[in-house]
């Protein structure tokens, strides 16, 4: 039997005893409250965030791949995460990858036992050719999902970084990594339902990981998305818009500019503002690592 009952994810909220009871004003604004103590948790371990980012970087300009493991809820975030870095950082679907207890079927609907075991959280992994370049993020509210457990500690055996995401203390994931990022925002409105604030919490942190990992690879100039994949409608003209804001430039240059560059907001950045072709701004990219800043 698993022990739950000294979990913070599963105490019963002292403010929410009466929740059934509640108008739905009253229901709404204890949960807003509940949530506000997310970023407090947060807040906590951004030492234990920022060597995690440290790591991500620095296995990522080895060439090696993002890897978040997870099962239901977490395990969808993890995923989530990783499916919005393509279009976002213009990184390869393959370069931060998403593993979710139960495989792709699990993301809509509940696989039943499949977080309950280590050898498939080991198995995933071992089908993604893991290597010593990698970084492997585990991510499980409770802090102890077998699943999570199994890949964490195959990743170890193989020396590949580890890092693990949980909203209780001196979790067994925790045990398991590296470096572990155990952020507790407390109970949950709604008793163990960790989808809420254990959700919101884990959400946040990978919005921190991938965000400024990407940062750190040269994924961003000032604030703007500089790799971002001009896929559609609505994209086109956002590439137009940074192109615009990182240069000055009306739209037409930077329509122009992006035309020449093939679509590649960076190389169409660095023509404008050093007034040069595009054989020249992919050199300076290509000597600057990526980075726009670095090349101009």
Not at 157 to 175: L, S, W
Not at 235 to 264: C, F, H, P, Q, Y
């Amino acid at each position: 039997m698993v022990e739950l009952g000294k979990m913070e994810t599963e105490k019963q909220n002292p403010n929410t005893m009466n929740l059934d009871q509640m108008s739905v004003k009253e229901a709404l604004t204890v949960m807003n409250n509940e949530d506000k103590k997310v970023a407090e948790a947060i807040e906590e371990v951004i030492p234990e965030i920022e060597s995690a980012v440290h790591t991500i970087i620095g296995q990522l300009k080895k060439g090696g791949r993002l890897i978040y493991t997870g099962a239901g809820t977490s395990g969808r975030l993890g995923v989530l995460d990783a499916s919005e870095c393509p279009p976002t950082f213009g990184t390869p679907k393959e370069k931060v990858v998403g593993l979710i207890a139960g495989g792709e079927r699990a993301f809509t609907e509940a696989i039943e036992g499949a977080e309950d075991s280590q050898e498939l959280g080991k198995e995933d992994l071992v089908k993604l050719e893991l290597n010593e370049n990698d970084v492997v993020v585990g991510l499980a509210a409770s802090g102890r999902t077998p699943y999570v457990i199994g890949a964490l500690n195959y990743a170890g055996e193989i020396k590949v970084p580890t890092i693990a995401i949980a909203c209780n203390k001196d979790t067994k994931i925790g045990q398991a990594a590296d470096i572990a990022i155990e952020a507790v925002p407390g109970p949950e409105v709604l008793t163990g339902s960790t989808r809420l604030k254990a959700g919101s919490t884990q959400k946040m942190i990978l919005n921190m990981l991938s965000t400024i990992a990407m940062v750190g690879v040269g994924k961003v100039y000032k604030n703007l998305m500089v790799d971002v994949q001009p896929t559609n409608e609505k994209l086109v003209s956002r590439a137009e818009n940074i192109v615009m804001k990182a240069t000055d430039a009306d739209r037409e240059t930077a329509k122009k500019a992006l035309a020449e560059s093939d679509g590649k907001v960076k190389v169409a950045i660095i023509m404008i503002l050093l007034d040069i072709d595009k054989e020249a701004a992919v050199n300076k990219l290509e000597t600057s690592e990526g980075h726009v800043r670095k090349a101009l």
